[in-house]
């Protein structure tokens, strides 16, 4: 069966770094685009970061552009996030997520966010204060 697992969270200090992996199994992982999102305490899902089957296309949050980078091994079947320059508002519960479809995700209200998802992992949290 599908399975994403989310790991690498924890408690960071503002301006630090952390990387984030999910692992994926149960599927041709290679096939389809992945996603990140995450929920911060009492707010809705922002989707955080997207890239495609092979790992040359990628999209960004406003909110995360320039400190966080996304990235595939499709041999590892793995999703990273590389998040940098950490902010407290960057504190989350965060979640990898399967778009069943091979399409580009869409632009709406400062996020690209994907026109479905099939599978979620069970989230990391990320937790960024002094």
């Known amino acids: 069966q599908v399975q994403l697992v989310e790991s690498g969270g924890g408690l960071v200090q503002p301006g630090g770094s952390l990387r984030l992996s999910c692992a994926a199994s149960g599927f041709t992982f290679s096939s389809y685009w992945m996603y990140w999102v995450r929920q911060a305490p009492g707010k809705g899902l922002e989707w955080v970061s997207g890239?495609?089957?092979?790992?040359?296309?990628?999209y960004y949050a406003d909110s995360v552009k320039g400190r966080f980078t996304i990235s595939r091994d499709n041999a590892k079947n793995t999703l990273y996030l590389q998040m940098d320059s950490l902010k407290p508002e960057d504190t989350a519960l965060y979640y990898c997520?399967?778009?069943?479809?091979?399409?580009?995700?869409?632009?709406?209200?400062?996020?690209?966010?994907?026109?479905?998802?099939?599978?979620w992992g069970q989230g990391t949290q990320v937790t960024v204060s002094s």
């Open positions: 997520a399967r778009d069943p479809e091979d399409r580009a995700p869409t632009y709406d209200s400062g996020s690209y966010r994907p026109l479905d998802t099939d599978y």
């Open positions: 890239i495609n089957t092979g790992g040359g296309s990628t």
